[in-house]
């Protein structure tokens, strides 16, 4: 049986953000360190696979 990962996101500023499911549209996103932050929290960790949507409304 093939695992299927479901990657849930409100990033809503980004490319790949679905806004009505909350959820990346990716099938893999690569996450990273957050350099120099040791907060020992979750923003020490980011999705490096973000792109910025040019034409996102605020
Ligand atoms: S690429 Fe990263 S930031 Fe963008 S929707 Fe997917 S998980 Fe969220």
């Given at each position: 049986m093939q695992e299927k990962q479901k990657i849930n996101c409100t990033?809503?500023?980004?490319?790949?953000?679905d806004m009505q499911a909350n959820s990346c549209k990716l099938k893999q996103i690569i996450v990273t360190p957050n350099q120099n932050?040791?907060?020992?929290?979750?923003?020490e960790s980011m999705c490096s696979s973000y792109k910025y949507e040019q034409n996102h409304q605020h």
């Open positions: 990033v809503g500023s980004c490319e790949y953000n932050n040791h907060t020992t929290t979750p923003d």
